[in-house]
Every structure is written in structure tokens, then in C-alpha cells.
């Protein structure tokens, strides 16, 4: 996966997004590895140009299907998936419209925080967000994590 490229073509392209799951706990110190980008993105049609637009160079495909199976990568695909699971030349990229215990997009913004990643200023979720994210979608990953994360949360607390 190279997160570094996917998060300044983002970036460079102004598009409205969270970095959530494990990119956002390696952005707070986690340890654990991950295999995608996972990002939580704003659905007004300006910003789902963006994002067509800043992932087409990188051919988008949808993940887990065959590869002849017909596919437009436009702002319509965008505006109508709310999880869009993509492999791209880039890696592995999921594209949710919300998350679990956290909401859609505007709600998160509420929960995340900036910080510097690969050169660029990005929103990522801030550790009580994550730590609730993780604990909805309550998957053996999620949950395997979790320690660490509020480890992390209770170092970071004055």
C-alpha cells in the first residue's frame, strides 16, 4: 500500500475526508499493521468530483470482483455506495459514507483532529472517536487493538 501517494493525491486534489481505522491508529502510534486506507469522505457533489477525479489516475477497481466485471469509476458510484472497497495502483482503498458508532461524515469532524501525515495537514480521527469506531464495528481486529489504543489515550491525558 502506498498511503503516502494515496493521501497526497488526496490532499493536492481538496478533497473532504477522515482517515479512519488502522492508518488512523498508526497516525496516534499503534503498532498494528493494516492492508487499506480507510477513509470517511464528504458526499456533496463538488467534493465526490474531487475524489473520482484525484483516484482515477490510479484505476479503481472494485475489490473481491472479477476483473471483467463492468465498472465506472464516476461521481454517481461515489454518491450511490455508502462502503466502496477499491484496489487501486495505489493499494487497497475503502471509501465509507459513515461509520458505525461515529455517524457520516459531518458527525466525525466533531471527532477528529488534525495532524501532519506524508507532508500534507489531514483530518484523522482523534483516539476517543477511534477507540468508539473500533468497539461498533466489533470485528477480532477492531477489538485486538483496542488495549493499545487506550493505552495511547491514557498517555495522552493530562
Not at 469522505?41 to 477497481?61: G, K, T
Amino acid at each position: 500500500m502506498n498511503v503516502e501517494a494515496a493521501i497526497q493525491a488526496l490532499v493536492d486534489a481538496g478533497v473532504e475526508f477522515v482517515i479512519i481505522g488502522g492508518w488512523s491508529a498508526i497516525l496516534h502510534g499503534s503498532r498494528y499493521g493494516t492492508s487499506a486506507l480507510d477513509i470517511c469522505y464528504a458526499r456533496n457533489s463538488e467534493n465526490l468530483r474531487r475524489l473520482a477525479r484525484a483516484l482515477a489516475p490510479y484505476h479503481p477497481r472494485l475489490r473481491d470482483l472479477p476483473k471483467d466485471l463492468p465498472f465506472v469509476w464516476d461521481q454517481a458510484t461515489l454518491r450511490d455506495g455508502t462502503i466502496i472497497k477499491l484496489d487501486t495502483g495505489l493499494g487497497k482503498i475503502d471509501l465509507l459514507a459513515e461509520v458505525a458508532g461515529l455517524g457520516t461524515f459531518d458527525e466525525m469532524t466533531a471527532g477528529s483532529i488534525v495532524t501532519e501525515a506524508f507532508g500534507r495537514q489531514v483530518r484523522t480521527l482523534d483516539l476517543k472517536s477511534l477507540i468508539k469506531a473500533k468497539r461498533a464495528a466489533g470485528r477480532d481486529k477492531d477489538l485486538m487493538v483496542l488495549p493499545e489504543l487506550e493505552s495511547l489515550l491514557e498517555a495522552e491525558e493530562p
